[in-house]
């Protein structure tokens, strides 16, 4: 009877024990999704199941609808996957690459000398025709023209954009908005696009002002104040007060108006883009209204720049720095800090700036966000090509949902900016962002870093991420496309984007000007 007896206590035995490793097991899950929402880092995406989720390993809690929480978030004994520290390298593209991607560039401005700039010669992309004049492309990549050139260079490219952009404001718009905030404009005479589309886009006024600020103090330096009065700045009711005037005008008066986003998708009136680049704007607004004797007007811009710069912390959410509450996690935020920052203006606090604390934690959710969603990343790793590659947002569908090569350019610049403005201030980043830095890193919370040390390792890290789109554009002769296949990593989308250009070479520029501060150590 024993004999028989044996199994079935085994088999008793058995169970009892599978009982009690479930019960095991469900206990410490239960512990291990036991996280503060302030330390919840996403593990989903837009539109993620509570099964999905799960079946990733992670944690399901819904924290209300539009809420800024994760709903699917890392267990607290785990931590997304940390992108791999880069191969050190020479620079991502040498000189002969960068003259042709300048010449790519170039090509895609001043349409038929009508002063134009089109987003993409390409016309049958997923997303249709963009043989168009975008405002927010063209107005980055001019700034980006005159960042990146000598003034004698581009003066009368610059000259051509600024007629482009008068006939525009003087334009009658067809589609019941202001004429300043009108996303695009066929090419290339320049008349208003009246298809379907997201309207308003209300950083046009404030990206087109900034530009044209920028061009106009480069025309004072050089002599030719008389042609700021004349178009730019007139004191008068010419050309509405001339460029600059007219749009900052309508920022000032409308910035908590509601608008579409950086990529036209959604709606919002308090979009992180939008208040950095409106900050921005404003504060330089205010001294050049000074500058050319408009105190009144100084005081306007002055006024509406300090109520700009309020909200400015409400998009800090104590773990990263969100977009706006329906698009939380976007790489909008990394070209904001970017595009919206003045840290070399003492009108400006370094606030929300490459290399502070905000803006640092904001980059490792994101690339640790994309690094677990996109294989090729995951590909290239194995491939012992260094970096990572981003796109726009966790759940984006358009094309298939891929990395771009201008989200994936402006991380690299993130971490070339943080490392000069270091050697240019003469100290690290503050100790909450060294200590963010330093996971980013790979290195030890005690690890102890000099100036020159972190200068060369946040170098070493945009060069990584350059050299993974290096790899991918190469087979193409440098052209660059808008996207990044996020399985197979061919190009995609749109061909020659103005935009992928501008923020390569503005990449590149940052790193030049990061090791002449290295030189002078």
């Known amino acids: 009877r024993r004999v028989h007896g044996e199994p079935r206590d085994s088999f008793m035995q058995v169970v009892a024990l599978f009982v009690v490793l479930v019960a095991l097991a469900a206990c410490a899950n239960a512990q291990s999704c036991a996280v503060a929402n302030s330390s919840k880092v996403d593990c989903g995406y837009s539109g993620i199941t509570e099964q999905g989720c799960q079946s990733k390993g992670c944690c399901w809690q819904p924290a209300g609808q539009n809420s800024i929480i994760p709903w699917c978030f890392f267990p607290a004994s785990t931590s997304p996957?940390?992108?791999?520290?880069?191969?050190?390298?020479?620079?991502?593209?040498?000189?002969?690459?960068?003259?042709?991607?300048?010449?790519?560039?170039?090509?895609?401005?001043?349409?038929?000398?009508?002063?134009?700039?089109?987003?993409?010669?390409?016309?049958?992309?997923?997303?249709?025709?963009?043989?168009?004049?975008?405002?927010?492309?063209?107005?980055?990549?001019?700034?980006?023209?005159?960042?990146?050139?000598?003034?004698?260079?581009?003066?009368?490219?610059?000259?051509?954009?600024?007629?482009?952009?008068?006939?525009?404001?003087?334009?009658s718009d067809p589609n019941g908005i202001d004429v300043r905030t009108e996303p695009k404009f066929f090419l290339p005479d320049g008349g208003v696009y009246t298809g379907g589309w997201c309207r308003p886009q209300t950083d046009g006024p404030a990206l087109r002002s900034t530009t044209l600020m920028l061009y106009a103090k480069a025309l004072i330096e050089g002599g030719n104040e008389a042609y700021v009065q004349e178009y730019l700045y007139t004191g008068s009711s010419a050309y509405n007060g001339g460029a600059i005037k007219y749009d900052l005008d309508w920022v000032a008066?409308?910035?908590?108006?509601?608008?579409c986003d950086l990529w036209e998708e959604v709606q919002s009136n308090d979009f992180f883009w939008n208040r950095i680049n409106f900050r921005r704007a404003l504060y330089m607004g205010a001294a050049f209204a000074e500058s050319m004797?408009?105190?009144?007007?100084?005081?306007?811009?002055?006024?509406?720049?300090?109520?700009?710069?309020?909200?400015?912390?409400?998009?800090?959410?104590?773990?990263?720095?969100?977009?706006?509450t329906n698009r939380p996690q976007d790489t909008a935020s990394i070209l904001g800090?970017?595009?919206?920052?003045?840290?070399?203006?003492?009108?400006?606090?370094?606030?929300?700036?490459?290399g502070t604390y905000e803006a640092?934690?904001?980059?490792?959710?994101?690339?640790?966000?994309?690094?677990?969603?996109?294989?090729?990343?995951?590909?290239?790793?194995?491939?012992?090509?260094?970096?990572v590659m981003v796109g726009r947002y966790p759940g984006d569908t358009y094309a298939g949902g891929n990395p771009w090569i201008l989200t994936t350019c402006a991380l690299a610049e993130n971490y070339y900016r943080?490392?000069?403005?270091?050697?240019?201030?003469?100290?690290?980043?503050?100790?909450?962002?060294?200590?963010?830095?330093?996971?980013?890193?790979?290195l030890d919370d005690a690890a102890t870093l000099e100036l020159k040390d972190f200068a060369l390792l946040a170098a070493n890290y945009g060069d990584g991420i350059l050299d993974r789109i290096h790899y991918h554009v190469a087979p193409y002769g440098f052209h660059l496309s808008e996207q990044i296949d996020r399985n197979t990593g061919v190009e995609l989308s749109a061909t020659d984007l103005t935009w992928s250009y501008g923020t390569a070479l503005k990449a590149m520029y940052w790193r030049g000007q990061l090791f002449a501060r290295l030189a002078e150590l």
């Open 360 to 387: 640092t934690a904001t980059i490792e959710v994101l690339e640790a966000t994309f690094n677990q969603a996109f294989e090729i990343n995951q590909i290239d790793t194995k491939n012992g090509i260094p970096g």
């Open 337 to 354: 800090f970017n595009n919206g920052c003045m840290d070399a203006d003492p009108l400006v606090s370094l606030y929300m700036c490459p």
């Open 81 to 171: 996957p940390s992108p791999p520290t880069p191969i050190p390298s020479g620079a991502p593209f040498n000189s002969t690459e960068m003259e042709l991607m300048m010449g790519f560039f170039l090509d895609n401005i001043n349409i038929d000398g009508q002063g134009g700039v089109v987003a993409s010669p390409d016309t049958t992309t997923p997303g249709g025709s963009y043989y168009y004049h975008w405002m927010r492309d063209a107005a980055l990549s001019m700034r980006t023209l005159q960042l990146v050139s000598e003034f004698s260079q581009i003066d009368s490219l610059m000259q051509s954009y600024v007629g482009w952009v008068l006939r525009a404001q003087a334009d």
């Open 253 to 259: 008066a409308n910035w908590e108006s509601n608008g």
């Open 418 to 442: 943080a490392a000069e403005a270091a050697l240019r201030r003469r100290s690290l980043p503050d100790d909450k962002a060294m200590v963010v830095y330093r996971r980013i890193f790979g």
């Open 293 to 324: 004797g408009d105190s009144a007007t100084s005081a306007t811009y002055m006024a509406a720049a300090e109520a700009v710069n309020a909200t400015i912390p409400n998009h800090w959410n104590g773990q990263y720095v969100y977009e706006a």
